[in-house]
């Protein structure tokens, strides 16, 4: 038996040099809806290079929301990093100040989901390990503010907010849908135009 051997008896070894997987692409969350979701997975995450080794200033927490409500998204899955240890390189692209306000931004939103599960990780000074990430937030429902990214290439959802779980849940506005990506116009945004918010 072939490593390449498929269950239904052919070869992954014969395969051409075009693949498509048929998953069919999901469209995305309208902006500002609000869903009733649960952290999967959450865990530290640090960038390796090609030999292994971590890349300075990458470490970040990781989440993988689920959403349970409303039905039409039942089990859609969305990312979510949180730069609370080392600065997001794309802030510090802007500067050191910049990128310590995207740090404090990502440790209150830390910390606004940490009490939405009980408030345990906050109970001690300690910076928590993947065990107690993994213990303490995950399967807690809450709800996450879904946003879009119009100037992302291709446009992408974010989690722009968490708020408690009995939060009435509501799907925001619809994307635009025009070619070009609106220009960042400032304000109270967490993002510029060359900024990725997790």
């Not at 409303?70 to 794309?90: A, I, M, Q």
């Not at 213990?135 to 879009?148: A, D, T």
Request: charged content about 25%; aromatic content about 6%.
């Amino acid at each position: 038996m072939s490593f390449w051997d498929l269950s239904d008896g052919g070869s992954a070894a014969e395969a051409t040099t075009t693949y498509d997987s048929n998953g069919g692409d999901f469209d995305l969350i309208p902006n500002g809806s609000y869903v009733l979701a649960i952290a999967e997975k959450v865990v530290w995450k640090t960038d390796k290079d090609q030999d292994n080794r971590a890349v300075d200033g990458t470490r970040r927490v990781s989440i993988q929301w689920s959403i349970m409500k409303p039905e039409s998204l039942k089990n859609r899955k969305v990312f979510h990093n949180l730069w609370v240890d080392d600065l997001n390189p794309y802030s510090l692209a802007k500067g050191q100040d910049a990128a310590k306000t995207k740090r404090n931004k990502d440790r209150t939103a830390l910390a606004t989901i940490d009490a939405n599960a009980g408030g345990n990780l906050t109970r001690t000074n300690d910076a928590p390990t993947d065990e107690t990430l993994s213990m303490h937030l995950c399967n807690k429902p809450m709800v996450i503010v879904i946003n879009v990214m119009e100037t992302a290439s291709p446009p992408l959802n974010w989690v722009g907010g968490i708020k408690p779980a009995d939060t009435p849940l509501k799907l925001g506005d619809a994307p635009k849908t025009s070619a070009a990506p609106a220009p960042y116009q400032g304000g109270n945004s967490d993002v510029g135009d060359d900024e990725i918010p997790f």
